[in-house]
């Protein structure tokens, strides 16, 4: 609900289109792509189909708006950085001719897992999360940002991602777009002991919940906790809480929060060797 979708528009090869009026076909995909966006995201009296985020394409919002097979094999070689390698991870083909789906498919598996593992895999990791939670969170809002926040849904991901890289390679049930069935092939290779997946697992779907409930309520993107005490009331019912023992929903519904993102946040230290007390919050 009130989710963004990040799409990436990739066609066979470069070459002309056929007919009277011949262009190119970086200028012929450039047109499509923005006839198909302006379709997904225009608001009509039943409201707009989808929100649309292009931005993920090499280049960002300068580069070409759709790519050729071969064109994006060269940049992913060249140019992509980590985080595109844990992006790609969840790409997965949603329209189109289905002979390019499975090349662009194939492709981007290569990239995610053929690759070697840099030494430096953890830090790299380690440090983008700092960074993230650093640049779009701030120290005001860790406790209650539900996605990028301290012990948030992108930890979670972030930890499994991690696995995934270092690990795919040789254990092909790694290489799913999913974070839960991901969690449940580490749980069965050995790679993160039981209790530590239960919690995850448990986590995961706990605050992808309390994400829904918000958007489901705003019709918007929402990722932080209300502040105001009768919105987070409300939020606590929608989740199922009711006063108890003296104790507000509102109340409960937020120990639980503490202890859910806590858990994850502890979990996320020990894989990545944080030493605790390094920094507030770690």
């Known amino acids: 609900y009130g989710s963004d979708l990040d799409v990436l528009f990739v066609y066979r090869e470069d070459g002309q289109t056929t007919g009277p009026a011949r262009i190119s076909h970086p200028e012929y995909f450039s047109k499509l792509v923005d006839r198909v966006t302006t379709i997904l995201t225009s608001i009509t009296q039943e409201g707009a189909a989808y929100r649309v985020d292009a931005r993920l394409r090499p280049g960002g919002q300068k580069g070409e708006a759709a790519l050729s097979l071969g064109g994006l094999e060269t940049y992913l070689a060249r140019q992509a950085d980590l985080w595109e390698r844990q992006a790609y991870i969840k790409a997965r083909p949603v329209a189109g001719d289905p002979d390019v789906a499975a090349a662009f498919v194939a492709l981007a598996r290569r990239f995610v897992y053929d690759a070697p593992e840099p030494p430096d895999l953890a830090a790299r990791i380690l440090a983008m999360r ?28 972030f930890l499994v991602q991690y696995f995934q890289l270092r690990h795919g390679r040789t254990l092909p049930a790694l290489r799913t777009p999913g974070t839960l069935p991901a969690l449940a092939t580490l749980r069965a290779a050995g790679l993160l002991p039981t209790s530590d997946v239960d919690t995850l697992e448990a986590a995961y779907r706990f605050l992808r919940r309390v994400e829904t409930r918000l958007r489901i309520a705003a019709d918007l993107s929402l990722n932080t906790l209300p502040s105001a005490p009768e919105r987070l009331e409300k939020l606590a019912k929608r989740m199922g809480y009711a006063s108890e023992s003296g104790a507000s929903a509102r109340e409960r519904f937020l120990a639980d929060y503490a202890a859910r993102t806590g858990e994850v946040r502890e979990i996320f230290r020990r894989v990545f060797h944080v030493p605790a007390g390094t920094e507030p919050g770690w």
């Open 130 to 157: 700092r960074r993230i939670e650093t640049e779009r969170v701030g120290a005001g809002r860790k406790a209650t940002h539900v996605k990028l926040g301290s012990g948030g849904v992108l930890e979670i991901e």
